[in-house]
């Protein structure tokens, strides 16, 4: 008997999770729906879906497995709307919400199967237009399965995206991507809007907030909706990460006041010590950045010959940015890709077609 697999949200995780199942499971029945028209128009004009039903409600009855890829606050309304619904007893939902305590207990409420899923990807494209197989291949694909033991068959629905499955309780997941994803949200966005402010008063420094600053900060670029969404969602463990962190902060004042060389100097050595035993390029509660840097010299028509060069062999650039470009010197052309596979081709083939030096980060 074909299974009914529905997708409500048809955005870049969404979509893309679309087309794993497409792929690993050819022989189910896959209906995908979107509060927006013209991304169905697209979901059935590329194939992406089997049907997009008339309404979330008549997709929703027929479902064997439903899953929810839409902001945590949007699926706990569409939640409530699936408990008024006559659905299939043996119904397994799911999600992609990006915190899981506060909609698992929701869910909870209700009679149907729900297991809390995060697929720990993204991109730096949006919407249907950017769903990519690809996206989650080797990241971590996180369920938070309480009362219901059917995790293993969304481990099997989702097995085209070669994925990294990890089991965690609903509370340890939001502690642990609020310290490690959320926190630098809010750090990083907070860097921004002060230098900001301070860019008023001395107008050169926006010049200078190049380099490592721009580096340091980059994840303030991420959607604001999305992480307002998720802010609240996860509000309880972000207050009191905080408030760690505010702490830490007036600790550090105080060493200053006190002109504390030793305890600054362990501040950073600790800091230096467990930064470099992180590993590099993987996906974690923060996807990776595979950046490569070239050494190029000051010569016309070089960036086109790199980018060329990639292009001819199909690798899809997401950033491009000189760091160094004053006269008759070595210049540093830094790449960025969106995977590892792609920057590590990319350095093979620039080591192989040209005379320039490059390395990764």
């Not at 994925?163 to 965690?168: E, F, G, H, N, R």
């Amino acid at each position: 008997m074909t299974q009914n697999i529905f997708v409500a949200g048809l955005g870049l995780i969404g979509a893309s999770l679309a087309k794993c199942i497409k792929k690993s499971h050819p022989q189910t029945h896959l209906m995908g729906w979107d509060h927006c028209r013209k991304t169905n128009e697209i979901a059935l004009a590329t194939s992406l879906v089997d049907e997009v039903p008339p309404s979330f409600s008549e997709g929703a009855v027929r479902a064997d497995v439903i899953l929810l890829a839409l902001p945590v606050e949007i699926t706990k309304t569409y939640l409530a709307q699936l408990g008024t619904l006559s659905l299939k007893p043996s119904v397994l939902l799911t999600d992609t919400g990006s915190t899981k305590a506060e909609i698992t207990q929701f869910a909870e409420s209700f009679s149907f199967d729900f297991i809390g899923g995060h697929p720990m990807a993204g991109s730096h494209k949006s919407g249907i237009t950017a769903a990519d197989e690809n996206l989650f291949e080797n990241a971590y694909y996180i369920f938070t399965p309480t009362k219901s033991q059917r995790v293993e068959e969304l481990q099997a629905l989702f097995r085209g995206t070669r994925a990294k499955y990890v089991a965690l309780a609903p509370q340890e997941h939001d502690q642990i991507t609020g310290m490690l994803s959320h926190l630098p949200h809010i750090i990083a966005s907070g860097l921004v809007n002060q230098a900001d402010a301070f860019n008023h008063e001395h107008p050169r420094a926006q010049q200078l907030a190049a380099g490592g600053f721009r580096d340091i900060t980059r994840i303030a670029s991420s959607d604001p909706r999305m992480w307002t969404d998720i802010l609240l969602s996860n509000r309880q463990e972000l207050l009191q990460l905080i408030d760690e962190w505010q702490k830490q902060m007036t600790t550090m004042a105080h060493w200053l006041q006190e002109k504390d060389e030793t305890a600054i100097f362990r501040f950073f050595e600790s800091a230096k010590e467990t930064r470099d035993q992180l590993p590099v390029h993987q996906n974690g509660a923060i996807p990776a950045f595979y950046d490569l840097f070239i050494d190029v010299p000051d010569h016309p028509g070089v960036v086109a010959e790199v980018t060329g060069l990639l292009s001819d062999h199909q690798l899809s650039l997401i950033n491009l940015k000189i760091l160094e470009t004053r006269e008759d010197i070595i210049g540093v052309l830094q790449i960025s890709f969106k995977t590892q596979n792609d920057l590590l081709q990319a350095e093979q083939l620039i080591q192989k077609k040209t005379t320039y030096s490059c390395r990764k980060k």
